[in-house]
């Protein structure tokens, strides 16, 4: 339906009942009667034709828990009973019935609905003939507010044999109901190219492929799955996305110059790359840390904004949306068009978040009236208006978070679900208040969710070993018929992060950086690199040619020399590196890397610059300015064998110096032995750099993977045109197909 016809049919609701106003019997002259649409001459069908009518125009206002003007119409007894000033409708009599007089627009004075669409002369006369015919009523029929779906815990009985996959047992009955053959699952070339994807976002590497391909192991492809979900590191790049486009997470863009928003980078990617259980996870989103409050703080948009983008606004939006499938927009402005939710339950959580109960602000007018503060479903826990605002989000957290609130569960597999499969147990996503077309299903995968400590991975591994998932896939456009039956996971495009990132693989030309301004603070990365959990930077020294350095010395470039031995080639020789002022870095004569400002390390993967046996690395570094000031280099090399070993090269005074550059410095063959020990200044966090918490914020300890994947750069023009979002807006799923815009950008450059 249209959103006028929407829009017109819930003015019309106020027309036909005008609670508010007086319900009283119609007092109408034997011209005004002459002039009134004429009943239908059929018999009235109320299933077909009162009932579609009465919910669409009638229910907003006088239904669903719902009786403005004390009227209802929730069962024919109420709608008989009339409201505050009267019976609306005289049986039998649709010419005396005021409700006929009001929605005919006889009196122009006195005429509903007074804006939107009227209800049509076909409509009125429907109504009439319904009346004239006794208000013939279906039995058993209501328009009450129905029971609120997925909001209860509940675990299914399992059918079929007890040895058999969960999820394929749960969906056998329906295959067969609807017709749907299983016997072909993909071949494991596709399947580990599609578990890749799925699980940490990069194509399978050429020789794992084919081993895997290869292998005779009874259960190979459940061995592969959990070895890739152990790769933490990779698996945390690669759903960084995902929780980014959802949470509004991002590097730049909107609120950031002026303190208006604040990334949780470091907050994320520590949960990630931990598998944080996810009920603690949305309890530190909800209740948050330090780092974890830039999610609840929303953006402070500039100017003057509608009070429904009032950052308490934003956090009840986000909560209800993210966390509980619940669409609260249309609410924050005004009672709901699309849904049950009203304006006083949207104001009820925001308040949450505000120093004090909210006024209560309809279509940007204030109402006068102040909020009460609940959650959305009260029943899941209470939060004492009284309480100061840290105790009353506390109080939040823990009723979202809490055990009796299956909807947090099942919202969340949903999602997964329709991430490795290309379409929900619950469509759309984000309102979960529908039914499931696999109502089992979903309870299975929440109640294995949470007897599981809420670990995600075990869901995904639950997904991805069922026969369901490994099943060939079809084509996109049957998964949105109306009639929808699941046969397999739908084709879906690669997102713009595994886009790049494939490009990336297939031609080593990894970014030798993360964005600019990202921030991992917060994150407790330390190890990252190797998953020990400690601090693995590696222990470099800040040097110069001058012991006095960081005190200042004149402006002028000193050139470094380091002659090192591997014993094999490296897999990995991940560099990090930085100069006051600026350097330039050569590996045997070969350019590695580059910087110009000390408050950015430059990161880069040098691998293909060194070789088994001796080596060269030289660096010189320049001092800018017009009289003294502070200097220094600061470097760190991590090398990698295929045997897993590791092997550091650090700034130190092992390395030589001198300040003249000659012709040649940097050959092989220079003899350096007259070329001086560099000084040391000081460790990496000495003044005047305080460098340890900037590789921290910059994201050092991801340097040592050997590339910074897509998902933490900055958006491109190509990344937009391949579908990333902007995330100044909450972005649960990503379309499968591209745009007509998406695809002129991609075709015209």
Known sequence: RTVNGLIGNVFACAGLLMGSVGLVQAGLTAEQTAKLPPPAKHEVSFAREISPLLEKSCTKCHGKGKAKGGFSIETREKLLAGGDSGATVVIG??????????????????????????????????????????????????????PVLNLTPRRPELPGDEGGHPVDRILAPYFAKHGVTTGEVVSDRLFARRVYLDTIGLLPPVAELDAFVASNAK???????????????????????FWNDILRNDYAGTGFIDGGRKQITGW???????????????????????????????????????????????????????????????????????????????????????????????CDKPTGEISDVRFIHPELGAIDPKADRSKRIEQLAK?????????????????????????????????????????????LLASDLVDNGYNLKFTMEQIMTSLAYQLPAVNGAEQSEKDYVFRGPTVRRMSAEQFVDAVATITGNWK?????????????????????????????????????????????????????????????????????????????????????????????NLANRFHKGKNLITVSATNEGSGKNPAGLWLGIRFQFADGSKMDVVSDKSWKVSTEGSDGWNKPYVDDTK????????????????????????????????????????????TTALGRPNREQVTTERPFVATTLQALALTNG
């Not at 009920?279 to 953006?299: A, Q």
């Not at 429904?308 to 949306?321: E, G, L, N, R």
Request: some cysteine; glycine content about 8%.
């Open 93 to 146: 009599k649709s010419a005396d019935s005021y409700l006929v007089e009001l929605i005919s627009g006889i009196d122009p004075d006195d005429v509903m609905p007074k804006k939107g669409l009227r209800l049509t002369t076909e409509q009125v006369g429907l109504v009439r003939a319904w009346i004239d015919q006794g208000l013939p009523w279906e039995e058993g029929a209501t328009f009450a507010k129905a």
């Open 219 to 241: 259960d190979k492809r459940r061995a592969l799955i959990r070895r890739l979900l152990d790769d933490r590191k990779s698996y945390a790049e690669h759903w960084l996305a």
């Open 268 to 362: 994320l990617y520590g949960s990630l790359y931990s598998n944080k259980p996810y009920d603690k996870f949305v309890y530190e989103l909800i209740n948050p840390t330090e780092h974890s409050r830039g999610f609840t703080k929303g953006i402070v948009w500039r100017g003057v904004v509608n009070a429904s983008q009032k950052p308490p606004m934003q956090a009840a939006q986000h909560i209800s949306q993210i966390f509980m499938g619940v669409n609260l927009k249309c609410a924050s402005c005004h009672d709901s068009f699309i849904n049950d939710w009203s304006l006083a339950d949207a104001y009820a959580l925001a308040s949450v978040y505000a120093d004090k109960p909210l006024e209560m602000v309809q």
């Open 399 to 443: 009723a979202v978070t809490s055990p009796k609130n299956g909807r947090l569960s099942r919202t969340m597999v949903n999602r997964l679900w329709a991430r490795f499969l290309g379409r929900g147990l619950v469509e759309p996503v984000d309102e979960m208040e529908n039914e499931s077309w696999h109502t089992d299903l979903i309870d």
């Open 512 to 604: 030798p950086s993360p964005a600019k301004k990202i921030e991992f603070e917060g994150a407790n990365l330390s190890g990252v690199a190797d998953g020990t959990g400690q601090n693995d930077l590696p222990k470099g020294k800040w040097i110069w040619s001058s012991a006095k350095a960081a005190d200042g010395v004149e402006p002028g470039t000193s050139f470094f020399r380091k002659r090192i031995e591997l014993r094999d080639k490296p897999t990995t020789a991940d560099v990090i590196a930085v100069a006051d002022n600026l350097f330039v870095l050569m590996v045997n004569q070969r350019n590695g890397t580059a910087g110009k400002n000390w408050e950015e390390p430059k990161f880069r």
């Open 675 to 718: 070329w001086r020990p560099a000084s040391e200044l000081g460790g990496m966090d000495m003044a005047p750099w305080g460098l340890a918490k900037r590789m921290k914020t910059r994201g050092s300890v991801l340097a040592f993977s050997g590339r910074f994947r897509e998902s933490l750069q900055n958006k491109t023009a190509l």
